[in-house]
């Protein structure tokens, strides 16, 4: 799969819907087939193989995560858990092995978001959080629409995008922090994922000749998007608890050096365990972002993306992870996901948790991603363990 979009680097670029995610999935959907799973791509593209149980009547337990990358990303985010779920089956099938419930395997569409935002929206239309028109009218940073590249890789299926009733979800990852790491710790199981907020920043400027423009009276938009930019990275000490704030992306127009800037986009993300820190905490940054549009002459208008509420994962099944570990020796720990995950989702429909393995120096989407294949091998064995428990239940 690393192959697919690789990087010079060492890393993938598989963006969402591109020909690169149509190549994975294509790959993807031929090693379902070779297992003789029932394979379903639904109208958001998301891929689901199905393992029949001895009683097929039975909600399945499902597992799965995403093949779409960062740009620029890294060879285990996301397809870890894909990989992982299918080493499973292939296992499960190797040794004959008939479980009760059925299983499932699924691959959801853009979870990162970097491509079309918001991020998690296969998921989020499976879960009803997100409306399907919606999300098929979002547009890239070209103009290309969601749902026209969805149609044009071939993977707008026909199935309906609604949830159906699922027994226990497992979604299996890269943990893409240093916690482990640091604590010497093989697997991580997370109590839940923080919340997630998302802003779009659009500012007006005013354009005009560098060299003959006094500097008193201009209205440069750039100027008010670093003075913002600022404030959101020293709002997590003013606020204080587990606050994360970042923008990480940027426009500028036109983009020329001797021409005032008179437009930009920019993006702010806030994180945190406590919705409540998290609204809070974008209150005051509204107040400072149009404090400084007003003082500088750059109308600005904000775009409320997406919010995703703090979800805290299922007790037994988080549980279930940790003896798991326990049961194969390998040192396990209770956490937090910073990362967002479709599991966020599928928690609103189904008991669900996640399982962490180690990223090397705790580096994530970005080239260099790495993870020991002991420790993948780890995640996957404490995976086939908690699946089988699940599938067992009546
Ligand atoms: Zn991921």
């Excluded at 097929?56 to 858990?81: E, N, T, W, Y």
């Excluded at 599991?343 to 120096?361: D, R």
């Excluded at 995640?379 to 009546?394: D, T």
């Amino acid at each position: 799969m690393a192959k697919i979009g690789a990087t010079s680097a060492g890393g993938v670029e598989r963006l969402t819907l591109t020909d690169t995610d149509k190549q994975a999935r294509d790959l993807f959907v031929k090693w379902l087939e070779r297992l003789d799973l029932e394979v379903r791509i639904d109208e958001m593209g998301n891929i689901f193989g199905k393992r029949v149980g001895k009683n097929d009547a039975l909600a399945p337990v499902m597992s799965g995560s995403h093949i779409d990358s960062q740009p620029k990303g890294g060879r285990f985010d996301g397809i870890l858990g894909v990989m992982g779920s299918l080493e499973v089956l292939q296992t499960i099938d190797e040794n004959n092995i008939k479980t009760m419930r059925p299983l499932v395997i699924v691959n959801w569409t853009n979870e990162e978001g970097s491509r079309f935002a918001p991020a998690m929206v296969g998921s989020g239309v499976w879960a009803s959080a997100l409306e399907r028109d919606w999300v098929y009218s979002r547009i890239d940073r070209n103009g290309y629409l969601f749902v026209d590249e969805l149609e044009r890789i071939g993977y707008r299926g026909s199935v309906p995008a609604r949830k159906w009733p699922v027994h226990a979800y497992y979604e299996y990852h890269i943990e893409q922090g240093p916690v482990l790491e640091r604590e010497g710790m093989v697997v991580g199981a997370p109590k839940g994922i923080v919340c997630l907020h998302w802003y779009d920043i659009y500012l007006r400027g005013e354009a005009n000749q560098v060299g003959p423009t006094p500097m008193a009276g201009r209205h440069d938009a750039l100027c008010a998007a670093a003075e913002m930019i600022l404030k959101v990275n020293i709002l997590p000490e003013k606020t204080g608890g587990d606050l994360v704030a970042t923008v990480g992306e940027i426009q500028n127009y036109p983009n020329s050096r001797n021409i005032i800037p008179d437009k930009i986009h920019f993006t702010v993300d806030i994180r945190s365990w406590d919705d409540r820190l998290a609204q809070q905490a974008w209150n005051s940054l509204r107040n400072s972002f149009e404090e400084i549009a007003d003082r500088r002459g750059c109308p600005i208008r904000i775009e409320e993306t997406w919010r995703v509420a703090h979800s805290r994962f299922d007790a037994q099944l988080v549980q279930r992870v940790l003896d798991a570990a326990q049961d194969l020796g390998y040192p396990a720990l209770r956490m937090v996901s910073g990362a967002g995950h479709d599991a966020s989702y599928m928690n609103q429909v189904a008991p669900t948790a996640m399982i962490f393995v180690p990223s090397i120096g705790g580096r994530s989407h970005v080239e260099v991603e790495n993870t020991l294949w002991t420790d993948c091998e780890a995640g996957a064995n404490v995976l086939l363990r908690s699946i089988l428990k699940s599938a067992a239940e009546a």
